[in-house]
């Protein structure tokens, strides 16, 4: 199976997208701890992700808040219940890991949660960066805490514009 890349610039650098021509199973960061290169294996090809790329224009143009596309992020069960729940977090809100883990069904799992928000393959869409630590500090972000703050101004100010994280 052929798996497609292709560097999309957005406001937080370049993102790279991978997927193979169907789902899009990898986003990743420029900078920071989920920073991603493509593999020699790969196809460059902006085809495939036409669509990724026009709605991740309009998240970054504060017009798109919720992502409609097919992804296909590889991990455990417990990951993917994890991630799946990161998609009920609304727009522009944050919870902590210690709600997540509640959200879940969980509630003792908070740092498992929180292991499992650190590998999320398609961050931004899959957006992990709207959980924060109990104390409401922004916590490790595999983009780095620069990008998570962007991130949650970007929405902040999208829905209210007088909110600001930091």
């Given at each position: 199976?052929?798996?497609?890349?292709?560097?999309?610039?957005?406001?937080?650098?370049?993102?790279?997208?991978?997927?193979?021509?169907?789902?899009?199973?990898?986003?990743?960061?420029?900078?920071?701890?989920?920073?991603?290169?493509?593999e020699a294996?790969?196809?460059?090809?902006?085809?495939?992700?036409?669509?990724?790329?026009?709605?991740?224009?309009?998240?970054?143009?504060?017009?798109?808040?919720?992502?409609?596309?097919?992804?296909?992020?590889?991990?455990?069960?417990?990951?993917?219940?994890?991630?799946?729940?990161?998609?009920?977090?609304?727009?522009?809100?944050?919870?902590?890991?210690?709600?997540?883990?509640?959200?879940?069904?969980?509630?003792?799992?908070?740092?498992?949660?929180?292991?499992?928000?650190?590998?999320?393959?398609?961050?931004?869409?899959?957006?992990?960066?709207?959980?924060?630590?109990?104390?409401?500090?922004?916590?490790?972000?595999?983009?780095g805490i620069?990008?998570?703050?962007?991130?949650?101004?970007?929405?902040?100010e999208a829905?209210?514009?007088?909110?600001?994280?930091?």
């Amino acid at each position: 199976m052929t798996t497609y890349y292709y560097y999309h610039t957005t406001s937080i650098g370049q993102l790279l997208l991978a997927g193979d021509g169907e789902y899009l199973t990898l986003l990743g960061f420029p900078e920071g701890s989920m920073a991603r290169r493509h593999e020699a294996t790969w196809t460059k090809d902006c085809k495939p992700f036409r669509e990724v790329i026009f709605q991740l224009d309009g998240y970054f143009a504060g017009d798109l808040q919720d992502f409609d596309l097919p992804l296909a992020p590889l991990g455990t069960e417990f990951q993917q219940t994890v991630w799946n729940a990161l998609i009920e977090i609304p727009y522009a809100e944050t919870w902590s890991y210690g709600e997540l883990a509640r959200h879940i069904g969980r509630p003792k799992a908070s740092r498992a949660v929180g292991a499992a928000n650190g590998l999320n393959p398609i961050p931004v869409i899959i957006p992990c960066h709207r959980v924060i630590g109990s104390n409401g500090k922004l916590t490790g972000f595999g983009g780095g805490i620069r990008t998570k703050q962007f991130l949650l101004n970007l929405e902040s100010e999208a829905v209210s514009p007088s909110l600001n994280f930091g």
